[in-house]
């Protein structure tokens, strides 16, 4: 959901998003010649990481905006099986804004390649979902042209909402779809 400027400048914009994964190889190909990210930097590091010394490989995959997903291959397999956060069941996902135009080009781009994918009409926004190839969740979403009045309504009640749910009433407010 598009939102105005935070009440705080601490975050200005995503910088990266950052996620293990098994093969680089396989990760650039989805990435890169796929999706169409360029890979804009790979630092190889050996530091001490969540308890012990780690070697690893860190790429960048950059956006429109600068901003980047970021992914970590791990030197021993131990490592990636300790730090992978994956789980095919899970709601956790990365959402990226995108234009009417970028998502058909990502849609048309992953079914050249058979990437399987789903689209739902969420009212609010158009949302193409994917899965990548080490299990991370990631979502093109595309406002819908009233997302500026859209946002201004949710704004005016979202603590009310959200007292509402928290209190057991959990009806359905998403009147858009």
Not at 14 to 28: I, K, N, S, Y
Request: with cysteine; charged share 25%.
């Amino acid at each position: 959901m598009t939102t105005t400027t935070p009440a705080s400048n601490a975050a200005l914009r995503l910088h990266h998003h950052a996620f293990v994964v098994r093969d680089q190889e396989v990760t650039r190909h989805f990435y890169e010649d796929i999706l169409g990210f360029p890979l804009v930097a790979t630092w190889c590091e050996r530091e001490h990481v969540r308890g012990k010394e780690r070697t690893y490989c860190h790429t960048f995959f950059e956006l429109a905006d600068g901003s980047a997903l970021a992914f970590f291959q791990m030197a021993d397999p131990a490592d990636h099986t300790e730090l992978a956060a994956a789980t095919p069941t899970s709601l956790n996902h990365v959402a990226l804004a995108a234009t009417a135009e970028g998502q058909a080009d990502i849609e048309a781009r992953l079914g050249a390649h058979d990437v399987p994918f789903r689209v739902i009409d969420h009212g609010y926004c158009r949302s193409l979902y994917l899965v990548d190839p080490d299990g991370m969740a990631l979502e093109f979403t595309v406002d819908a042209p009233d997302v500026a009045a859209i946002n201004e309504r949710r704004r005016a009640d979202a603590h009310d909402e959200l007292r509402r749910w928290l209190a057991g009433d959990h009806t359905p407010n998403n009147n858009l779809r």
